[in-house]
């Protein structure tokens, strides 16, 4: 009976110490990700230095679509920072003038810094914008190369969020010959080159595009 008792106790016993090395496991909510319900658009953003010091995290690999233009632009323009104002008064992750806000129905530029949905739907906002503005030039030069550049609608629109549609226009006018930089010397025919071949399609074309 004793043997018994013993045995049975072992068991217990190893059990309980077995138990102790296990934690629940505890979903973190890593809020790089949310949904626009106005237009239902997945929208990603690139984590911040706070959120960079997660361990062991997978980042989506969004390729070519809608989603991985906005985090590649926004990473070259910002790092992807919401916060971020640079030397030359553009803010925000995609790095936005006071005057193309205005223009866009935003007024409040220290509500827009604090706020990361309205960046993104001023960007939407831009695109449709810009897509408008060069809507002829998409038709006419899409897929054509110039000075050594394939021309793509996302090239394009890339571009002219760095340099304005009208640069955009003057770069295609004059061939590619005409060089036309920021003020930290990134040429539009750069983002042309980098910014190629991604999915925007859905981009609707709109003059009056505005933040809602």
Request: charged share 20%; net charge positive; hydrophobic share 35%.
């Amino acid at each position: 009976m004793s043997k018994k008792w013993y045995f049975y106790s072992s068991i217990v016993v190893i059990v309980a110490i077995i138990s102790t090395g296990f934690k629940p496991y505890q979903f973190e909510n890593l809020n790089w990700f949310y949904v626009d319900e106005s237009d239902e658009v997945l929208h990603y953003t690139v984590p911040t230095a706070e959120e960079l010091e997660y361990k062991n995290v997978i980042f989506p690999q969004t390729g070519k679509t809608y989603a991985g233009f906005k985090q590649d632009l926004a990473f070259k323009e910002s790092q992807g920072k919401y916060h971020l104002v640079n030397s030359f008064g553009y803010m925000g992750k995609y790095q936005f003038g006071i005057g193309t806000l205005r223009t866009l129905g935003v007024n409040d530029s220290l509500h827009f810094m604090r706020t990361p949905q309205l960046q993104e739907k001023a960007f939407n906002a831009l695109m449709s914008v810009n897509k408008w503005i060069l809507r002829d030039e998409i038709e006419k030069y899409e897929g054509k190369t110039i000075n050594g550049v394939v021309i793509t609608e996302s090239g394009l629109l890339a571009a002219a969020h760095l340099g304005g549609a009208g640069s955009v226009k003057k770069f295609l006018k004059s061939n590619g010959n005409r060089s036309i930089k920021d003020g930290f010397g990134t040429s539009i025919k750069t983002y042309i080159k980098k910014f190629g071949g991604y999915d925007t399609s859905h981009i609707v074309a709109n003059k009056n595009a505005k933040v809602k």
